[in-house]
């Protein structure tokens, strides 16, 4: 099945690629390697806020790094001039979350991206993978993930 079939089954269309917020570029191809900048948790009712272990759920978070993981698939389908099935794989997350000094479920948080790639690319979407803590993260958005992607 494709990634665009598998995508479909479950109910998820790739929106345009959002637009750098300030003074870089979404992402750069190196040869066979795109390494796709951060993208923040942005979803149908715009800017999910928010900050784990005080004012957000770890399941609410989870669900704000599943919207990162679907626009870092958007800059990779950009970056593959709009062609996702040129993805071979995806071969590492960043992920940073917006949480107390106290906290400690980062990982748990990033699962919603990880956990969605695998679903929605099976083997393909396996990748290795970081979870870190930020005391806070641009327009208070609660993740921001970066990537780096394998094409042809």
Do not use: W
């Given at each position: 099945?494709?990634?665009?079939?598998?995508?479909?089954?479950?109910?998820?269309?790739?929106?345009?690629?959002?637009?750098?917020?300030?003074?870089?570029?979404?992402?750069?191809?190196?040869?066979?390697?795109?390494?796709?900048?951060?993208?923040?948790?942005?979803?149908?009712?715009?800017?999910?806020?928010?900050?784990?272990?005080?004012?957000?759920?770890?399941?609410?978070?989870?669900?704000?790094?599943?919207?990162?993981?679907?626009?870092?698939?958007?800059?990779?389908?950009?970056?593959?001039?709009?062609?996702?099935e040129?993805?071979?794989?995806?071969?590492?997350?960043?992920?940073?979350?917006?949480?107390t000094?106290?906290?400690g479920?980062?990982?748990?948080?990033?699962?919603?991206?990880?956990?969605?790639?695998?679903?929605?690319?099976?083997?393909?979407?396996?990748?290795?993978?970081?979870?870190?803590?930020?005391?806070?993260?641009?327009?208070?958005?609660?993740?921001?993930?970066?990537?780096?992607?394998?094409?042809?």
């Amino acid at each position: 099945m494709s990634f665009t079939d598998r995508l479909a089954a479950m109910g998820v269309t790739l929106p345009d690629a959002p637009a750098p917020a300030a003074n870089y570029v979404p992402f750069v191809r190196v040869g066979h390697t795109v390494y796709v900048s951060g993208q923040i948790s942005n979803g149908p009712d715009g800017m999910i806020v928010g900050k784990l272990g005080d004012n957000m759920s770890v399941e609410e978070g989870a669900a704000a790094a599943r919207a990162c993981a679907i626009s870092l698939l958007a800059q990779v389908k950009a970056a593959c001039d709009g062609d996702i099935e040129r993805m071979v794989r995806v071969v590492k997350l960043t992920g940073f979350v917006n949480s107390t000094p106290d906290f400690g479920d980062q990982p748990k948080v990033i699962n919603g991206a990880s956990d969605f790639l695998v679903n929605a690319l099976g083997d393909a979407g396996k990748h290795s993978r970081s979870a870190v803590s930020a005391a806070s993260l641009p327009f208070g958005v609660a993740v921001e993930i970066e990537g780096i992607f394998e094409v042809k």
